[in-house]
């Protein structure tokens, strides 16, 4: 098993501009998470889904939005990227049990 | 909302010292985990504790569940090299509803160990 795969690793954006972060799991869990990690601020949580076709909002969704068409699939978009949007952003997933198993983390800046 | 605050937010240790971090909630949690980053990478997972006043012991590393349930935290006897890393505590709300596995993170104790 590959786990939880993010792509891409790297990824420089102009103001204004879009992207969707990609999230794949091969573990066929039912909940999938986005964070983002800001230096000193810990991990805060954007999105998330349930199980294929179920989303919902995080504590910091606001620029951001999901979709979730099948239960490996979890993409994040950007779609008008602002400086404030520079990040490590880290997508997890995990079966009926807690232990959350995460990607290896897209590090996006916007400029 | 749901806060919880991890203090210190650094430590530098010489090898061998012991390390403790600790973990406060501004409510009580129904359980809380731990992970573990090394720099550079992502977090890991380390451990659940789900019962008031619970222990647990993972080698080197000892894991504390308050009694009230909303304090934890994690101590590392005899620190080596290879426990560098920022290291998260993560509460479940033990609030009414489903939570659906939502994390509350705190901000991490980076851990430095000197050789």
């Known amino acids: 098993n590959a786990g939880v795969t993010q792509t891409p690793k790297f990824r420089i954006l102009k103001i204004g501009q879009s992207m969707t972060l990609q999230c794949a799991q091969d573990?066929?869990?039912?909940?999938m998470y986005w964070y983002r990690q800001d230096p000193g601020m810990g991990l805060k949580l954007i999105y998330y889904?349930?199980?294929?076709?179920?989303?919902d909002k995080g504590e910091v969704p606001n620029g951001y939005n999901v979709s979730r068409s099948t239960t490996e699939d979890f993409p994040l978009r950007l779609e008008l990227a602002a400086p404030s949007q520079t990040s490590v952003y880290f997508c997890a997933s995990r079966s009926q049990g807690p232990k959350l198993f995460f990607g290896s983390g897209t590090q996006l800046s916007v400029l | 909302g749901q806060q919880v605050m991890q203090i210190p937010q650094y430590q530098h240790v010489q090898e061998g010292e012991d390390f403790t971090t600790y973990c406060n909630s501004s409510?009580?949690?129904?359980?809380i985990q731990w992970y573990k980053q090394r720099p550079g990478g992502h977090p890991v997972f380390l451990i659940q504790?789900?019962?008031?006043?619970e222990v647990k012991k993972q080698k080197r590393l000892t894991f504390q569940f308050g009694e009230a349930k909303k304090n934890s935290s994690l101590h590392i006897t005899a620190t080596q090299t290879t426990d560098v890393g920022t290291y998260f505590c993560a509460g479940l709300s033990n609030a009414g509803g489903t939570s659906y596995g939502k994390l509350t993170f705190g901000q991490g104790t980076i851990l430095t160990v000197h050789p």
């Open positions: 504790l789900v019962k008031s006043g």
């Open positions: 889904s349930v199980g294929a076709g179920i989303t």
């Open positions: 409510t009580t949690l129904s359980n």
């Open positions: 573990m066929n869990h039912n909940y």
